[in-house]
């Protein structure tokens, strides 16, 4: 029979794991513990402490600073204000990929990746005048593929996600 301050103290501790093994001693009711799973408790509680297992780990998305400046303010799913997301064959060289931002008075604000970067560019956030700006770049020849930043939504507990 397991000793009811031994069920409370699984109680309280959220009942994460197996009380102790606990069983009748030949005096009477005691508490027998398994030395690779137990913790001791305080000696003269008469309880045994029951292991708690470690939080688990928590992993934070990195931030991608250059969308997140774009999308300061705007509602998720929204476009970026004056970004674009652009493509360029592999192994282009940086020289030309500012050449590219700069045919359409934009500036490189970041890489996504080795063949992508940001353009900055004068869209005056207007979503109508930054596809207007992505024709243009589409034509350009190292450029594969242009796409309008999409503004992720919030993460939970944030600030904007309460606006």
Not at 60 to 70: E, M
Request: aromatic share 4%.
């Amino acid at each position: 029979m397991i000793p009811r301050t031994a069920l409370l103290a699984f109680a309280l501790l959220g009942g994460g794991h197996v009380p102790l093994c606990l069983a009748q001693g030949a005096g009477g009711d005691s508490a027998a513990k398994r030395a690779d799973t137990a913790v001791a408790g305080p000696a003269d509680s008469g309880v045994a402490a029951v292991p708690v297992a470690p939080p688990p780990p928590v992993f934070i998305a990195p931030v991608d600073t250059t969308l997140a400046a774009g999308c300061a303010g705007a509602p998720a799913r929204s476009l970026a204000a004056n970004l674009l997301m652009v493509t360029f064959s592999p192994g282009t060289a940086p020289s030309e990929r500012a050449a590219a931002a700069e045919a359409v008075g934009g500036t490189l604000a970041g890489s996504v990746d080795p063949d992508t970067e940001y353009f900055r560019v004068p869209a005056e956030g207007s979503d109508a005048q930054l596809q207007a700006i992505a024709d243009r770049v589409i034509r350009l020849d190292p450029v594969t593929q242009v796409s309008p930043a999409v503004c992720p939504p919030q993460p939970a507990g944030s600030d904007s996600a309460l606006k």
